[in-house]
């Protein structure tokens, strides 16, 4: 299985629309589930930290 990670910065006033975005995915998380599976992607984990005063979205696919 092949893992892949993504990471970009996330630009100060574009936060608030990142996490209303993670928030839609969290409330479809069944409906995802069901899209990754039919696409063969058995993990799939999306995050957002904070480090140095930057905001960044993360996600790995595998």
């Given amino acids: ?3 892949e990670l993504k990471v970009f910065t996330v630009y100060p006033d574009k936060i608030a ?3 209303a975005w993670m ?3 969290k ?3 069944k409906e995802i589930d069901v899209t990754l599976s039919v696409k ?3 993990v799939e ?3 957002s930290p904070s480090v140095d005063k930057r905001f ?3 996600w ?3």
Wanted: glycine share 4%; charged share 10%.
């Fill in 1 to 3: 299985m092949s893992v």
């Fill in 17 to 19: 629309r990142v996490k």
């Fill in 23 to 25: 928030a839609v995915l």
């Fill in 27 to 29: 409330k479809h998380q």
């Fill in 40 to 42: 063969y992607i058995l």
């Fill in 45 to 47: 984990q999306t995050f």
């Fill in 56 to 58: 960044y979205l993360c």
């Fill in 60 to 62: 790995y696919i595998g």
